[in-house]
């Protein structure tokens, strides 16, 4: 669609295709207003093509191989079972072929105008597109800006898609390598190495902060760091690259103080940087700070008057569902309508390794060094009768309370959780914490039994000063 000087205008311009681009479309048209959306390859962005759907079904299959191989524990003889991972990612290319479309149909049903092509921002709210064959310019009297992120590399790892490589790479692999050092051991990191090892890959996980998953309370990180270890994860932490020499059948990784590994591929997973490059052209007003981020204030608006932005391209947590929200937050801004920004510190966390992560609110560092004053409990999934029965009972439900004068435990400040299924457990923990309930006011639900949830309620309970299991 070619939109000229004096054709109607759209309300809204989205740059970018992705969680944030995409929910930003989706809320706008639902609301009434006529949405443009740019996007140079899928709409759905990495998320669903090359990042979130795609390695959390590759981690189910890891998941589904982890349980055939402890099938004989139940009586069940799967003896000779192996892992064919072309028919893996066939199967993970159908589950993003079915959603892409339902994406692409639901756009279409709402009347959202689709466009193909690179979109930069130039003066005056324009949106100049450019695909193979044309330039289209596209005129909004609102632009959300969605670009997205991609992966980050690191001197000395030059990505070729071969033997180094990102997680771009590693999701479109025909087959498994026999060993992988994962560069980075964040959310990301952690979850390929958790995939690969499960999948009978040897893994080395190369971190230069003190432990894995920085940012996570320290507790729940620690069950990660000791199931890797047990699973045969070697764990190097505090340790920096320093490059790789590569041979004939893979290379050898350089790190730390003269250590060395040998392995066959290398992914490097040390974060995601903002996709701004040929983004904003000059004099379109929006600021980009030291990083590359696209500024904006709590109400996702940028430096230039009706132009917003949204998800990686800004300096927020780089999660998809933060991504929806912010879009959220940007259109209601665009209607006029009262808006309560996101509140970063209270977002929910997940992580899909072996063993999964889930958390909300504050670390208890993180709350001793606010100066809070906290009261802790924690419930170990090992009592829990529903994680014997699953045989997966590495874990805790950790909940961190603010101490009231006499003892007594106040508002819940921060749910952790480290053990199987948490990403699924999580609801009832960030609720707690995004409404400032208090134990007693949590502990008045009742849980049902025998399930994985019980161990949230047994230990807010046990904040209660009255545990039944937990003391």
């Known amino acids: 669609m070619r939109v000229t000087p004096g054709d109607p205008q759209f309300d809204v311009v989205v740059l970018g295709g992705g969680p944030g681009g995409y929910a930003a479309a989706l809320y706008a048209s639902a609301a009434g207003l006529s949405v443009a959306l740019v996007e140079r390859d899928k709409v759905g962005g990495t998320c669903l093509h090359r990042g979130c759907v795609p390695a959390k079904e590759l981690l189910e299959t890891a998941s589904v191989a982890r349980t055939v191989g402890n099938a004989k524990d139940y009586g069940v003889m799967a003896a000779g079972a192996t892992v064919d991972f072309g028919v893996s990612q066939a199967r993970k290319q159908k589950v993003v072929d079915q959603l892409h479309r339902g994406l692409a149909g639901l756009l279409k049903g709402r009347g959202v105008t689709t466009v193909e092509g690179t979109g930069t921002l130039t003066a005056a709210k324009k949106v100049r597109v450019r695909s193979e064959d044309s330039v289209t310019e596209l005129a909004g009297r609102h632009v959300v800006v969605a670009a997205g992120s ?6 000395g790892f030059e990505v070729d898609a071969k033997v180094v490589m990102t997680s771009d790479e590693v999701l479109s692999l025909d087959r498994l390598p026999a060993s992988v050092a994962v560069i980075g051991g964040g959310a990301i990191g952690c979850e390929f190495a958790s995939m690969f090892a499960d999948l009978g890959t040897q893994v080395t996980v190369l971190e230069a902060l003190p432990g894995l998953l920085p940012g996570c309370d320290e507790d729940i990180a620690g069950v990660v760091s000791r199931s890797f270890k047990k699973r045969g994860i070697a764990v190097h932490t505090g340790v920096e690259v320093h490059g790789h020499a590569p041979g004939p059948s893979g290379t050898t990784v350089s790190f730390g103080d003269g250590e060395s590994v040998s392995v066959e591929a290398v992914v490097v997973s040390v974060g995601r940087r903002p996709a701004t490059e040929g983004l904003l052209a000059p004099g379109c007003g929006v600021e980009i700070d030291s990083r590359g981020f696209v500024a904006v204030d709590p109400w996702m608006r940028t430096s230039a008057e009706g132009v917003w932005a949204v998800g990686d391209v800004v300096a927020t947590p780089q999660l998809a569902h933060v991504g929806f929200a ?49 009261v802790v409990k924690r419930d170990p999934f090992g009592g829990n009768s529903r994680a014997r029965i699953l045989d997966e009972t590495d874990g805790m439900v950790k909940v961190v309370a603010e101490r009231l004068p006499g003892g007594k435990a106040g508002r819940i400040l921060g749910v952790h959780m480290v053990g199987p299924w948490v990403t699924e457990q999580l609801g009832q923990g960030y609720l707690a914490v995004n409404w400032e309930a208090t134990p007693d006011e949590v502990a008045a639900f009742i849980q049902p039994h025998p399930t994985l949830s019980e161990s949230f309620g047994e230990t807010v309970l046990a904040l209660t000063g009255r545990g039944l299991h937990v003391g």
């Open 150 to 155: 991609v992966p980050r590399s690191i001197p």
């Open 326 to 374: 912010e879009a959220i937050v940007a259109v209601k801004g665009i209607l006029g309508e009262p808006v309560v920004p996101v509140d970063y510190g209270r977002v929910p966390w997940c992580i899909y390794s072996n063993p999964e992560v889930a958390f909300a609110g504050m670390t208890e560092a993180a709350a001793r060094e606010a100066g809070i004053d906290v």
